[in-house]
């Protein structure tokens, strides 16, 4: 059993940035594929971004290309997602997740909630205009 913790989240005006970080209670093996999802009222929990645990590498939703940035730091076992030029649009709450057999990674399904077996509980962000 994983738990996912996600802190950094808050209100930010437009154009800001905020840091968003998940850590993980237990060591997670290199299977591991961590992403990041948001939800906004009255909307389906929507792809962000991902990054395989072992080699990096990592994709986004087109909508976040070259805003947002999804780490890892093995040794603190923690995700960042790295949020910059912030749009009212991006107010949601940020979920953690954890796919820890890879199997979204090597499908190419990366993007879907489905293969994510470990959530957090999700931090607001909202970002005012």
């Known amino acids: 059993q994983v738990q996912l913790v996600e802190s950094g989240g808050g209100l930010v005006q437009a154009g800001g940035s905020l840091r968003l970080s998940c850590a993980a209670s237990a060591r997670t093996s290199s299977t591991y594929n961590m992403a990041w999802f948001r939800q906004a009222p009255g909307t389906e929990r929507e792809f962000v971004a991902s990054i395989r645990w072992t080699g990096g590498r990592t994709y986004y939703a087109d909508s976040m290309k070259g805003r947002f940035t999804i780490s890892r730091d093995n040794a603190k076992n923690t995700v960042y997602l790295q949020m910059d030029s912030l749009r009212p649009e991006d107010t949601a709450v940020y979920y953690c997740?954890?796919?820890?057999?890879?199997?979204?990674?090597?499908?190419?399904?990366?993007?879907?909630?489905?293969?994510?077996?470990?959530w957090g509980q999700g931090t607001q962000v909202t970002v005012s205009s």
């Open positions: 997740a954890a796919d820890p057999t890879g199997l979204g990674y090597f499908s190419g399904t990366y993007y879907s909630t489905t293969n994510y077996e470990y």
